[in-house]
């Protein structure tokens, strides 16, 4: 039977910066206010005219430079974004594909908000295993600049842009494998967190009224609780199913959403300080994007070493939530 190994990994930050300073003049809110309920300093916004593509191309050539994998080996690519390049066709996926030259690929989106990355790593792991595919290429990448309202000083101070990759690959060798990924979803509490313009839930007469209200609505505090409480109960859930302890876990991985849930979170699983993996301070929530870019960061920082197992934890919008964990197992 064939497994799936995390190869490498890669990511793009936009330079722009905007911080909460600058927040502080365009809303009524504070560095000061923003520092102590969500740790966030800054956050990186793209160019007017970078798309999200743009920034999954960029992020998408680190990972495959650094997998040793020839990109013509790449049969799969998977995009998680909320915010696309085009509202409903073609997929950021296809976009990305043709940037990069790749041809005969499966090339498609998902939505699951800020579990993205974690449901195309489970998509990843189920193509390859099931022998349909061999080197899939998957891909967090976000423009929410684009979909975030900057007069609602509810959420504009969380978001920011960015892109995270990796390749997925097969292997003989289980030693290599991830070992578990688990994914959950709860429609019920859709009005979370989510665009309620634009789609067909909301139709619009007109363009005019369609233009500009694709932004998020956010219940914060609500979000807040079940956040802490679901991605708790995911990392049990997926240690227990595995017999794994958590200090056996090298780098815990959560989604960058706000440090007061990772601290609960982390705090709530006895993970130390040095196991945890925080970028949120300088990306602000990234959503899919969020975890390959964090995990990118420990690996340039030469964090992250081969063999080191990765815990990843995400939740967001739908609501949707999942948990991997995944031996850091690249081919050099
Ligand atoms: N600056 C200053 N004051 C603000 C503010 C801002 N940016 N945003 C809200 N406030 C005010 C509120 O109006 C409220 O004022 P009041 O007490 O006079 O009514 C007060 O601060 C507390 O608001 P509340 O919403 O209870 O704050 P909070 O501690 O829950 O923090 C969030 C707000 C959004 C930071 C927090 O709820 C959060 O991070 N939620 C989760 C969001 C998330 O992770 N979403 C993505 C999931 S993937």
């Not at 081969?306 to 609501?319: H, I, N, R, S, T």
């Given at each position: ?241 595995n017999n794994i302890a958590s200090e056996q876990v090298d780098h815990f991985v959560p989604h960058q959403a706000n440090y007061r849930i990772i601290k609960a979170v982390g705090d709530a699983l006895g993970m130390s300080d040095a196991q945890v993996v925080l970028t949120v301070h300088k990306y602000g929530n990234t959503s899919g994007a969020s975890i390959p870019m964090a995990i990118n960061d420990i690996y340039e920082e030469g964090k992250l070493k081969a063999g080191e197992l990765l815990l990843l934890d995400a939740f967001g919008g739908g609501l949707t939530w999942g948990s991997a964990l995944v031996p850091f197992s690249p081919l050099r």
């Amino acid at each position: 039977m064939a497994y799936a190994a995390l190869r490498s990994i890669g990511a793009y930050a936009p330079k722009n910066i905007l911080t909460n300073e600058d927040l502080a003049k365009m809303v009524d809110t504070s560095d000061d206010w923003i520092t102590k309920r969500t740790g966030i300093k800054e956050r990186r916004i793209a160019d007017k005219n970078e798309t999200t593509s743009d920034m999954g191309v960029k992020a998408a050539q680190k990972a495959i430079e650094r997998s040793g994998i020839a990109k013509e080996e790449i049969d799969m690519v998977i995009c998680a974004t909320i915010s696309p390049d085009y509202f409903c066709m073609p997929s950021t996926a296809t976009l990305i594909s043709n940037k990069l030259g790749l041809q005969n690929v499966t090339a498609f989106d998902i939505s699951a908000a800020c579990t993205g990355f974690v449901y195309i790593l489970s998509i990843a792991k189920a193509f390859i295993e099931s022998g349909m595919k061999k080197n899939v290429l998957i891909i967090g990448a976000e423009k929410l600049s684009a979909i975030t309202d900057y007069t609602d000083r509810g959420t504009c101070i969380l978001f920011g842009d960015g892109a995270g990759a990796a390749i997925v690959g097969a292997t003989n060798d289980k030693s290599e494998a991830i070992i578990d990924v688990h994914t959950g979803a709860d429609g019920s509490f859709a009005d979370l967190l989510m665009t309620p313009n634009g789609g067909t839930g909301s139709p619009h007469d007109s363009l005019e009224q369609e233009a500009g209200s694709c932004y998020m609505q956010m219940k914060g505090n609500e979000t807040f609780k079940v956040a802490v409480r679901t991605l708790t109960k995911d990392v049990e859930d997926i240690l227990a199913a595995n017999n794994i302890a958590s200090e056996q876990v090298d780098h815990f991985v959560p989604h960058q959403a706000n440090y007061r849930i990772i601290k609960a979170v982390g705090d709530a699983l006895g993970m130390s300080d040095a196991q945890v993996v925080l970028t949120v301070h300088k990306y602000g929530n990234t959503s899919g994007a969020s975890i390959p870019m964090a995990i990118n960061d420990i690996y340039e920082e030469g964090k992250l070493k081969a063999g080191e197992l990765l815990l990843l934890d995400a939740f967001g919008g739908g609501l949707t939530w999942g948990s991997a964990l995944v031996p850091f197992s690249p081919l050099r």
